[in-house]
């Protein structure tokens, strides 16, 4: 039987500044802390999955560099239990890496990215044939160049990927990146039929389907449900699930549609958003890999998300799956 999550894609070390306010151009702002911390969907996917002590194996694929951010990687990979065999060094590139600068008291994050070994994962490292997962996880789309860019069929390269994962037997799980690129919508809408889940914040769901979601005050649920529409009539098999602040809206391939409130949160509270969307894919796939309820599975994820909130890097505050789902109902969840 199947039994694990490999997740692949993009592997970065976060390089984490806490700031006090945001500068405008050529201003100054203070550095009150700073933490390197792990980065990109399925390094985070992997840590928080780890830190809530998933029962099932979790194992990695992608390219870092020859360098000491990769070392760092591989070595805190082997120090959560995640399976590295297939997260291979890239001779001559450095490793991934983002500059965070996150603003105390909001939350905000900008990222100042160096693609590095990331830029060259192409179709060719990924071979299902002994793959014995239940799930292969990709993130992030419109952030690896040869996967974004069209392959010999025209479609981007990430579809091979996903298609020949399927042939294999596996679920397929595809998040994006917020790219205000013209050509998102290009590269993500022929992926779709090839994604059983797909996780899409409001930024993201709106640039493939054109429609307004926003957040805060400009936040509109009828229309976080009409982008999971959207989108799963764009071709996702199981679960099109579009999250914000807010909250995460999920919407079946059958058009089932099913609503989840983010955990309640004071703004003074918030260490860094950074890592949320990651944590909330998390715990969602923790509950598909264990056959859940898309309900039960929308809670683990809002309240990892949550818990994620209160820690500056993207997995530090990451709880066991009992503590985890013990702040969310603590807390209670708001209403939209």
């Known amino acids: 039987m199947r039994s694990g999550i490999l997740a692949s894609g993009n592997w970065i070390r976060d390089h984490v500044k806490t700031v006090d306010a945001w500068p405008d151009q050529d201003g100054l702002s203070n550095i009150l802390d700073q933490e390197v911390g792990n980065g ?47 997260l291979r060094v890239a001779p001559g590139m450095s490793t991934s890496y983002t500059d965070v600068m996150a603003v105390r008291g ?24 002994a793959a014995g997962e239940r799930i292969l996880y990709l993130g992030y789309l419109l952030l690896l160049d040869r996967l974004d860019a069209p392959g010999p069929d025209g479609a981007p390269g990430a579809r091979d990927v996903l298609r020949r994962a399927r042939e294999a037997g596996l679920v397929t799980a595809l998040d994006c990146v917020s790219s205000a690129s013209s050509g998102f919508r290009a590269v993500a809408a022929p992926v779709l039929p090839e994604v059983d889940v797909l996780f899409a914040n409001e930024f993201e769901a709106g640039q493939i ?24 009539g764009l071709g996702v098999r ?3 699930v579009v999250h914000s602040p807010e909250g995460a809206c999920a919407c079946s391939g059958g058009g089932r549609v099913v609503w989840q409130p983010s955990v ?13 969307g990651d944590a909330l894919a998390a715990g969602i796939l923790y509950g598909v ?4 309820p898309i309900e039960r599975s929308l809670e683990l994820g809002a309240c990892a998300a949550a818990a994620s909130l209160l820690h500056p890097t993207c997995s530090g505050g990451v709880l ?12 209670g969840f708001v209403e939209v």
């Open 264 to 276: 309640r949160v004071e703004t003074h509270e918030i260490a860094s958003a950074v890592g949320a």
């Open 320 to 331: 066991p799956l009992a503590e985890c789902l013990g702040l969310g109902r603590g807390r």
């Open 106 to 129: 909001t939350g905000r994050r900008t990222f100042f990215h160096n693609r590095g070994s990331n830029a060259r994962l192409g179709p060719e490292h990924f071979d299902f044939a």
């Open 289 to 292: 890999h264990e056959g859940w």
């Open 238 to 240: 199981s679960w099109a």
């Open 209 to 232: 389907t054109g429609l307004r979601i926003g957040s805060g005050a400009s936040f509109d649920r009828g229309a976080a449900e009409a982008g999971a529409r959207a989108l799963a």
């Open 40 to 86: 990109g969907g399925p390094y985070n996917l992997l840590k928080d999955l780890s830190r809530m002590g998933a029962p099932f194996p979790l194992s990695a694929l992608g390219l870092v560099g020859d360098d000491d951010d990769g070392r760092a990687i591989l070595a805190d990979c082997a120090a959560s239990g995640i399976n590295t065999r297939r």
